[in-house]
């Protein structure tokens, strides 16, 4: 939903940490395009007052993460008396330890969605495609989320808080969790990316043309070690960016509910309304999608948990 970047208060000095290299994505920006083309072109808001387009929008990814992982099923939990659902897709199911990666499927409001969330589930969609019939060292557990928007974030109903809670009732044991949360909209223009603070612009640059891991001071292992292979990884500039969890933006998607119940988590984002003014507005269509930026990501993020 939104990153917020951060000063030390303790030493005022900024973390900032990136690389880039050119590469050929391997996911595919035809199925890419097709899958996003059915979340947000033409179609009913995908909001909790819409449950059929919601349900719709559920029963498309069971289908289409079926096709590639081991096992697939619907997490059901109720809310005043309606039912809503996450879709799970495990790979390797057998090993006990697990790395979870998930994006959420719902919108705020009568909106497209396409950068929030549709690429996130692209990216979801696209990864479950390319482990299909991979030889893995550990778990990889795929989860599209719902009820992260208003008005039902920051509470026990979202589709991220019922999965964490989950993994804690089962006593799983966890790597860590890894959320995408909007990975699709860049800008090369000087002056595209604003900050809360004018000043961050002389340490992170002025165009919108990276993509972002966010951590929290106390991040783990786990999303330690994957935001330093991601920096290495990503054919797309990748930066670091981590700071308190109190501070507004640092926990603005589903990783927050992982960060409740003790796991490493890491958000990967194109910095939300920072960058992308279409930001939960009839603006955020796929128009406005960088496919092959976007591709690049997701390849970027598949190499950094299967190394």
């Not at 961050?200 to 951590?215: A, C, H, Q, S």
Request: hydrophobic residues 40%; contains cysteine.
């Amino acid at each position: 939903m939104i990153i917020t970047m951060w000063i030390s208060k303790y030493a005022n000095a900024f973390v900032f940490t990136c690389c880039a290299f050119t590469a050929f994505s391997q996911s595919d920006t035809v199925l890419m395009k097709k899958h996003l083309t059915y979340l947000s072109v033409n179609r009913e808001a995908r909001n909790y007052q819409n449950l059929d387009r919601l349900n719709a929008v559920a029963d498309y990814l069971f289908f289409e993460l079926e096709k590639y992982a081991d096992t697939t099923y619907f997490q059901s939990y109720k809310v005043n008396g309606v039912t809503y659902k996450n879709v799970i897709a495990k790979f390797n199911h057998s090993n006990a330890k697990r790395t979870v990666i998930g994006a959420h499927y719902d919108v705020c409001g009568n909106q497209p969605g396409a950068d929030d969330n549709a690429s996130g589930l692209v990216g979801i969609l696209e990864i479950a495609r390319q482990l299909k019939g991979k030889t893995l060292s550990q778990q990889i557990e795929l989860v599209a989320y719902t009820l992260e928007e208003p008005p039902y974030f920051r509470t026990q109903y979202m589709g991220s808080y019922i999965h964490a809670k989950s993994l804690i009732d089962e006593k799983a044991q966890v790597n860590g969790m890894i959320s995408l949360e909007m990975i699709g909209f860049f800008d090369d223009k000087k002056g595209s990316q604003s900050y809360p603070l004018g000043i961050l612009k002389l340490f992170y640059g002025k165009r919108g043309d990276y993509i972002t891991v966010v951590n929290k001071m106390a991040r783990g292992k786990f999303a330690r070690r994957f935001t330093k292979r991601m920096k290495r990884k990503c054919s797309v500039e990748t930066k670091n960016f981590q700071g308190f969890k109190s501070i507004p933006g640092v926990d603005f998607s589903d990783h927050l509910n992982y960060w409740k119940f003790g796991f490493s988590a890491a958000m990967v984002t194109d910095t939300a309304f920072f960058r992308n003014h279409n930001y939960h507005q009839l603006g955020d269509t796929i128009y406005t999608i960088d496919f092959q930026r976007m591709a690049q990501v997701i390849d970027g993020v598949l190499a950094s948990i299967t190394v």
